[in-house]
């Protein structure tokens, strides 16, 4: 199905990082302090795959008010605190990207997240010189996930039209994100269930990096 040359495009907030709990705990912290109740697994089910100001802007249409600028800075200083901690890379996807980028693969990253954010994370677990220049984020493109923008603009950096590139994506809006710009989809269901990633329409599911790897070994 995958005949070279192709790019393999990663999201990043868990698919190469394992950023997604912390980023939750500390989320749903912080909403539940400007007035809206609630846990990590619900920050999770409500926020999973979206941009920062799309968040931004349901919080704020549940509160009735505006965040402040303050209240921005210091959720990410706390998130931020806890990254440098604690953050590892997902289990096993090191293996895949020194896999692919061994065999000439080209690799792109595109994410919802604010691109300094993207570097830093990336750098922490050791994999931000696999993709060089080809890092995308929502915070370049008119639209965020699940609009094909980031996709896309992933893509025409790279020199490839979208049917020749494969995502690999653990949201069902990254997902929906990826299919909308014509792309073959990977879904990884690590914490996700199966069947959402499928019904956005996602190609194939591994719920580990280990089956994903084996996956690729015989696609690519």
């Keep these: 199905m ?24 500390i989320g749903a912290e912080w909403i539940t302090a400007l007035g809206w109740p609630m846990d990590a697994a619900e920050a999770r089910a409500r926020f999973l795959g979206l941009s920062d100001t799309a968040m931004f802007a349901l919080v704020e249409q549940k509160i ?5 600028a303050e209240e921005i800075a210091h959720n990410h200083e706390r998130i931020t605190a806890r990254f440098e901690a604690e953050l590892r890379a997902i289990p096993g996807v090191v293996a895949v990207v020194e896999d692919l980028a061994a065999r000439s693969i080209p690799l792109a ?22 993709f060089g220049d080809q890092i995308s ?17 992933a893509a025409r950096k790279a020199g490839f039209v979208p049917s020749e ?12 994100a990826a ?3 014509g792309m073959q989809v990977i879904g990884f269901a690590r914490e996700t269930q199966a069947s959402d990633l499928t019904t956005a329409g996602a190609h194939q599911v591994f719920a580990t ?7 690729l070994e015989q696609a690519l």
């Design 64 to 68: 009735g008010r505006s965040i402040t």
């Design 109 to 130: 990253v595109a994410s919802s997240g604010e691109r300094a954010k993207i570097l830093t994370n990336l750098a922490k677990v050791g994999l931000v010189n696999y």
């Design 179 to 181: 299919v909308r710009a």
């Design 209 to 215: 990096m280990a089956e994903l790897h084996a996956h």
């Design 165 to 176: 590139c494969l995502a690999i994506e653990d949201s069902p809006n990254g997902v929906l």
């Design 2 to 25: 995958f005949d070279q040359p192709k790019l393999v495009i990663f999201d990043c907030d868990g698919v190469l990082v394992d950023s997604e709990p912390i980023s939750n705990e």
């Design 137 to 153: 984020s929502a915070t370049e493109v008119a639209k965020a996930k699940p609009a094909p923008d980031v996709y896309l603009l």
